[in-house]
C-alpha cells in the first residue's frame, strides 16, 4: 500500500489480517498515525467499498477503490492476473499529490505459498525428534548419538554440513537468489540431573560424572531447541528454490560447560571456523522457558542475560590443633570473612540502579576432623552482572577483598576468575528489523518485552563477531501458573512441546525478511 506523507486523512481497507497487521506497523514507524485510517474487513460489498479511498485483497476483485467518482481516484479493474506489484504501481499516483510516496508493505521477501502447509506437514517429526532427544540426554562434549542423528538427517536434506567443536555440527543451505547469509542456532547438550516426571518418554539415562553415576537430563529445554532448528532446517530446504541468500544451521555442544580441562561450546564452534565461510550477517538463537506462557516470545534490546564468571578463592592458614587456635591462622574464619565482605561489594559498592550484580559463594571445602584448624579452605562461586566494565570492576574488588581481608588475619589468598559467558547483548537495530518478523510467527500480542536475567549463555561469544539476537520461547505447563512452574536445572523441569511450531516459524520468517 502507498500513501502520501502529507496529504489529508486517508481511508484504507486491507481484506488480509495478516498484511493488515503488518500495514499498522509499518504506519506507526514512518508517523503515518495521524494521516492514515487503516481498517481490516474479512467481507466488503459494493455499498461498503464507496467509504474508502483505497482497498486491498488478494486476490483483488474490486474494480475501483473510491470515495468518489473522481476519476483520479480510480483504480483500474482488479482481477486475479493483477499482481500486487501492479496494484502497488496503480496506487501510487492516487495517493502521491505531492510526489512523496512511502511504502507501507515491507519488502522482504514473500511468504512462499506453500510455507504453512509444509510447516504443518514437519511438525510431528519435530516433536518426535524433541522427545527422541530427550529421552537419550547427553553430556557437554558427550553428546556422540545426538551428533550422529542430527547429521544424518541435515544431510538427507541436501546441505553441506560438517562435524566441528567435538560433538558439534554446521549446516549450510544455499539458495539459487542472492541474498543474506542468516545463522540460527540452537544448542544440543544435556545435564547431570535425574528426571522425576513421569513421561513415557522420560530420560533413565545414567553416566560417570566428577566421579559418581548421575541421572542424565534435559532439564533446560536444549532437546527443544535442537528438534526446532531441525525442523527450521527441513522447512527451509523444501522452500529452497523461492527463498534468496545462505542460511547457516549451528548446533552446538556444550552450551552448558565442557569438562575441567576440555575446550568446548560457542568458543570452539567459533575457534573452529563456524562464522566463516560463509560468514554471516547476522545470528538468531532462542531458548525455551518453563516459565513463559506457551507460544508467547519474549525479548528484550541490548543486555539481555548476564555474563557468568566462575571465582575460586584458595586461603591459605597454618594449622593447629583445634583447642589452641591461637597457634594457628584459621583459614574457614577468613572465609566466613570473605563471604561476608564479598556481598558488600554489591550492596555498598556497585551502583546496582545501573545494572544488577549478583555474588553467589556455591561451594566451600576444608578440614578433615573436628578438632583440627585446617590449613587451607577453597571457596567457588559465580558472578552475574549485566554490565561489562561493571564486570570487570567486580572482578577487581573480589581479588581485593580477599587479599585484604586475608591479610588482617596473616593468612594469604590466591583467586582465581574464570570467564564462563559474556553478557548477552541483543544487538538494537538487529531486534528492532526482526520484531515484525516474530510478530508474523507469534502474533503480535505474543511478542513481549521482558526484563534482563542474571542468567548466562554462550550465545553471548557469537554476538562479539555479528550482530546477534536472542530471545525466549514460553512452554509451561499449562496446568500451572508462572509461580508453579519447576525451575530449569531442576528434576521435575517440563516444558509443553504443543507450540514448538511458534520457534520454527520464528527462524523461518527471519530468514525471509531479513534484509541488508
Known amino acids: 500500500m502507498y500513501a502520501q506523507k502529507n496529504a489529508a486523512t486517508i481511508d484504507a481497507v486491507e481484506l488480509d489480517e495478516k498484511a493488515f497487521t503488518q500495514s499498522q506497523q509499518n504506519i506507526a514507524v514512518a508517523s503515518f498515525v495521524n494521516t492514515i485510517n487503516i481498517f481490516q474487513s474479512n467481507i466488503i460489498d459494493f455499498d461498503t467499498e464507496q467509504q474508502y479511498d483505497l482497498i486491498f485483497s488478494n486476490p483483488p476483485f474490486f474494480k475501483s477503490s473510491l470515495k468518489s467518482n473522481d476519476e483520479a481516484r480510480n483504480i483500474a479493474m482488479h482481477n486475479d492476473a493483477l499482481s500486487y506489484e501492479s496494484l502497488i504501481k496503480k496506487a501510487k499516483p492516487l495517493l502521491d499529490v505531492n510526489g512523496i510516496a512511502v511504502s507501507l508493505f515491507s519488502n522482504a521477501q514473500q511468504q512462499p505459498k506453500n510455507y504453512q502447509q509444509i510447516v504443518n506437514q514437519t511438525m510431528p517429526k519435530v516433536v518426535e525428534w524433541r522427545r527422541d532427544f530427550h529421552q537419550n540426554p547427553e553430556l557437554s562434549n ?21 562435524k566441528l567443536a567435538k560433538t558439534g555440527v554446521v549446516a549450510i543451505l544455499k539458495t539459487n537468489k542472492s541474498g543474506p547469509t542468516i545463522a540460527l542456532r540452537a544448542d544440543i547438550d544435556a545435564l547431570p540431573v535425574e528426571e522425576r516426571n513421569d513421561l513415557n518418554f522420560k530420560s533413565t539415562t545414567k553416566t560417570s560424572y566428577n566421579g559418581a553415576e548421575v541421572g542424565v537430563m534435559h532439564a533446560c529445554g536444549h532437546d527443544a531447541h535442537t528438534a526446532i532448528l531441525l525442523g527450521t532446517a527441513t522447512v527451509l530446504s523444501k522452500l529452497k528454490n523461492e527463498i534468496s541468500g545462505t542460511v547457516v544451521f549451528l548446533f552446538q555442544p556444550a552450551e552448558e560447560g565442557a569438562p575441567s580441562g576440555e575446550e568446548g561450546g560457542a568458543r570452539l564452534m567459533i575457534k573452529e571456523g563456524c562464522l566463516s565461510n560463509p560468514k554471516p550477517d547476522a545470528i538468531f538463537g532462542l531458548h525455551i522457558e518453563a516459565w513463559g506462557d506457551t507460544a508467547k516470545i519474549y525479548y528484550k534490546p541490548e543486555a539481555f542475560m548476564a555474563s557468568a564468571d566462575l571465582f575460586t578463592i584458595k586461603v591459605k592458614g597454618k594449622q593447629a590443633h583445634g583447642a589452641t587456635p591461637w597457634d594457628g591462622v584459621d583459614p574457614i574464619a577468613v572465609s566466613a570473612q570473605i563471604i561476608q565482605g564479598l556481598q558488600t561489594i554489591v550492596s555498598r559498592q556497585e551502583d546496582i540502579i545501573k545494572a544488577p550484580v549478583v555474588i553467589t559463594v556455591g561451594k566451600i571445602q576444608s578440614g578433615v576432623r573436628f578438632n583440627i584448624v585446617p590449613e ?141
Open 376 to 516: 587451607e579452605a577453597m571457596l567457588e562461586g559465580t558472578i552475574r552482572t549485566l554490565d561489562t566494565k561493571m564486570r570487570l570492576d567486580v572482578h577487581n574488588r573480589i581479588k581485593q577483598t580477599a587479599t585484604n581481608i586475608a591479610a588482617a588475619s596473616n593468612a594469604t589468598v590466591e583467586v582465581n576468575i574464570e570467564s564462563k559467558t559474556l553478557v548477552t547483548y541483543n544487538d538494537p537495530k538487529l531486534v528492532e528489523k526482526s520484531l515484525p518478523s516474530l510478530q508474523k510467527a507469534a502474533g503480535k500480542e505474543n511478542v513481549v518485552l521482558t526484563p534482563w536475567v542474571t542468567g548466562g549463555e554462550d550465545f553471548s561469544f557469537y554476538g562479539e563477531n555479528i550482530p546477534a539476537f536472542f530471545f525466549y520461547l514460553g512452554a509451561r505447563n499449562p496446568k500451572l501458573k508462572m509461580e508453579q512452574a519447576p525451575s530449569h536445572h531442576t528434576p521435575d523441569f517440563y516444558i509443553d512441546d504443543s507450540r514448538l511450531d511458534v520457534g520454527v516459524k520464528a527462524f523461518c520468517q527471519l530468514v525471509f525478511d531479513y534484509k541488508k
Open 142 to 162: 558427550r553428546e556422540f548419538k545426538t551428533q550422529e542423528k542430527i547429521y544424518n538427517h541435515l544431510l538427507s536434506l541436501g546441505l553441506e554440513v560438517r
